[in-house]
Structures are given as structure tokens and as C-alpha cells.
């Protein structure tokens, strides 16, 4: 008994099978759109984090312990020590270092806490020049420029070219203030990041904290796929230790605590919707399934009569459960591509909170997109029709004959 006689059995009740497709194609269609949704807004955000963090970034195991003591920082010889070793990997393209600044910028009456980054302008690892919307980025021959967000800009009445007084402390606690110029005017996807993060050339957040050391040391690689890059953190942390350097790395997902939260409650809803269609999908086959094989019963038992084992029987209508699954599964991914299509040519835009722009909706369709809907479908499917297959076939011959 092969996969013929299941086939012929699912197209004489055309209705019923056209009806058990379509609910399932529909389970299917919604879990790929639900799941293109989120892979979009997963990659929008992974795309985002690796613009403030890099791919990777390098520092003393004093600073990620958050250690305010000059211990955190990395002196000239250890910084140049762990760039060679780091330009010696095949994978990476390029590092800069980095030292970062808390302090207040003031303008006239307005005070703001800000935390002021100091970067090598112009760098091929990290450089923020293309956030710039006015003026200029920063340059190397800038000595007491600032490039600003646009938020904090709006909530100190700022233009560029006003002056700013920004003030910290030095290494040994004492205050420095220095007079610094606007530049330019930089715009984030977080409108948090925009007013409260400022850009200055490192030179100027060196002379401010009275020191030659850096923070931390960021790096670019050739390929930004997430397990490529942990591998190469691991490979780097190695190397950094065997060279006496306690250095250690941290991928751009382990210091975005934004991203971790944001994916974890994305993959929690995803569950809920696959849960709840999957159950929905089940109960719905499983029903149509069951008066199917009511129907039939008297078609079973003769069957049966004819020499049909009951193993065998259970395996033919299991064969039928499995046709629907298939053929409702695999429609629901081309419904569902389809819907994806038109949903992305639309280009349907909302401005989620704590951004600055209206971003751009869309379904990115890869290949976990569809296999993964298309598996929980199958299996709920299969699962439906286990039931009524098993009852159908567990049936005395007699008893079966007997119904009319």
C-alpha cells in the first residue's frame, strides 16, 4: 500500500481536504509573517549595536569589572602590545582605541550630564562621521571639537558652531574644564544615545583626564555573523593571555544589555504565536480528521475484510494526515511569501518609542523563516491525525461492517 491510494482518498472529499489545507496553510502563512517580523527587526537592531559598539571591543579585566581606578585603563606599552596581536589575526580589518569621559557640557544657562567618547577620527574600525546630519565630523587636526546629538542639541538650544564648557575630573580626582566648539550634529536610531553621548577626538578626552592611557580598544572584522565573531574573541583572549596581558574582549551583543532583553522578549512572543497556533492547527485537523474517518467506517471495514492488517490500515490514513500536512504546509510558505512580498513593496513605517525616525516595517525572508514554520505545521499536522488513525483502525471488522 504506497503513497497513491492516501493521495486518491484525499481528493475524493475535495471540500474537506481543500477546507483542512487552507486552515493550515493560514497557520503556516502567520507564522512565517510573525517570524519574518521579528528576524527584520532582530537584524535592524543587531545592525544598530554594531554601529555604537563595533563588532568586538577589547579592554582590561579591572574596566569590565567597572572598576573606576586608572588600574581599568590600558598604559601605552599594554595598548600597543594587544594591537599588534590583534592586527596579527587573519579576521580582523582594523582597531582604534577609545577613551570615554562622564562629565557636563554647559551653554549659558543649560547644563547637561553627558558622557563624552574620545575616538581617532577618520579610523577604519570605528568611526561616526556618517551619523553626522550637520557640519562636519571630526577630524584629526581638530583639537577642541565636539560633535553633538541632535536631541541634546533641541534640549540646549544648540547650532553648530556655539561653544560649549565641558567639565570632568582627571585621573587624580581633580576637576578640568575646557571651552570646545560644535562641529557637527550627529543623529542615532535612540534618541537616549543622541542626548546624552557626545563625540570628541581622543587627543582632547587624553588631555581632559590628564593621561597617555586608553579605555579600550575596538575592533572590526571581516565577517560580522555573530558566532564567527565569539569564535574570534575566544581566539583573541587566548592569545592576549599567553602574552602575559590580562586583556579580555566583549562582543557587541554582550555590552548592548538592550539587544539581549529585546531578543529574549522577542523569541518568548514568537513561542506564544507559534504555541497558539500550532494548538489551534491541531484541534481543527484533529476534528475534520475524525468525522472523515466516521464517515468512512464502513469503507475501513471492508478493507479490513479484504486482508488489510490493522498496522497497515493505521499507516494508510496516517499517509492522509501526512498529505494534508505537506500540501497545507507548503502552501501557507508560498501564501506566506507572498504576503511578505506586498507587505515589504508597501513599505508600511512607525516610529517605536525612544527613537528619533520612523522605521521602515519589513518581513526578511531567509531560511529558518520558512523551514521553522513549515516543521511546526507538519508536526502539528501529524500529530492531529494520530488519534483518529489509531481509533479508525483499532475497530473490530464486524462492528464496522455493521454501520450504516
Known amino acids: 500500500m504506497g503513497l497513491l491510494l492516501p493521495l486518491r482518498n484525499l481528493l475524493r472529499n475535495r471540500r474537506r481536504t481543500l477546507l483542512s489545507v487552507a486552515i493550515i496553510s493560514l497557520g503556516t502563512a502567520l507564522s512565517l509573517f510573525v517570524l519574518g517580523f521579528f528576524g527584520d527587526s532582530k537584524a535592524s537592531i543587531a545592525e544598530s549595536q554594531v554601529q555604537q559598539f563595533g563588532n568586538l571591543q577589547l579592554a582590561s579585566e579591572a574596566f569590565w569589572n567597572e572598576s573606576d581606578d586608572d588600574e581599568a585603563l590600558l598604559n601605552p606599552e599594554a595598548f600597543q602590545q594587544a594591537t599588534t596581536i590583534v592586527a596579527s589575526h587573519p579576521e580582523v580589518v582594523s582597531s582604534t582605541p577609545q577613551l570615554t569621559l562622564s562629565g557636563l557640557v554647559a551653554a549659558g544657562t543649560e547644563t547637561r550630564a553627558v558622557s563624552a567618547l574620545g575616538y581617532v577620527p577618520g579610523n577604519d574600525a570605528l568611526d561616526y562621521g556618517n551619523l553626522v546630519v550637520a557640519g562636519r ?87 560580522e555573523d555573530l558566532a564567527v565573531t565569539s569564535s574570534i574573541r575566544d581566539e583573541l583572549d587566548l592569545e592576549l593571555a599567553a602574552a602575559g596581558l590580562s586583556v579580555q574582549g566583549r562582543t557587541w551583543d554582550e555590552l548592548s544589555v538592550f539587544y539581549e532583553q529585546l531578543i529574549g522578549f522577542f523569541d518568548t512572543i514568537f513561542g506564544f504565536v507559534a504555541l497558539a497556533l500550532s494548538i489551534l492547527v491541531f484541534f481543527i485537523i484533529l476534528q475534520v480528521l475524525t468525522l472523515s474517518f466516521l464517515e468512512r467506517t464502513r469503507e475501513f471495514g471492508t478493507v479490513r475484510a479484504l486482508g488489510t492488517k490493522r498496522h497497515e490500515l493505521f499507516r494508510m490514513l496516517l499517509l492522509e494526515g501526512g498529505g494534508l500536512a505537506v500540501f497545507g504546509s507548503l502552501a501557507g510558505v508560498v501564501v506566506g511569501v507572498g504576503l511578505a512580498a506586498i507587505f515589504n513593496a508597501v513599505g508600511v513605517s512607525w516610529q517605536p518609542p525612544g527613537t528619533v525616525e520612523p522605521q521602515i516595517l519589513a518581513i526578511r525572508l531567509t531560511g529558518s523563516t520558512v523551514w521553522l514554520p513549515l516543521l511546526i505545521s507538519i508536526t502539528a499536522t501529524i500529530l492531529s491525525s494520530v488519534f483518529p488513525a489509531a481509533r479508525a483502525s483499532r475497530m473490530q471488522v464486524v462492528d464496522a461492517l455493521r454501520i450504516t
Open 137 to 223: 565630523a571630526l577630524e584629526a587636526d581638530d583639537v577642541a571639537g565636539v560633535v553633538v546629538g541632535q536631541s541634546l542639541a533641541d534640549q540646549m538650544v544648540l547650532a553648530v558652531g556655539d561653544v560649549l564648557t565641558l567639565t570632568t575630573t582627571t585621573s587624580s580626582g581633580a576637576f578640568n574644564a575646557l571651552p570646545i566648539r560644535i562641529i557637527g550634529i550627529y543623529r542615532f536610531s535612540s534618541e537616549q544615545v543622541e542626548g546624552r553621548q557626545v563625540f570628541v577626538p581622543i587627543a582632547l578626552a587624553q588631555s581632559l583626564r590628564v593621561t597617555r592611557d586608553v579605555e579600550r580598544i575596538v575592533v572590526r572584522l571581516r565577517d
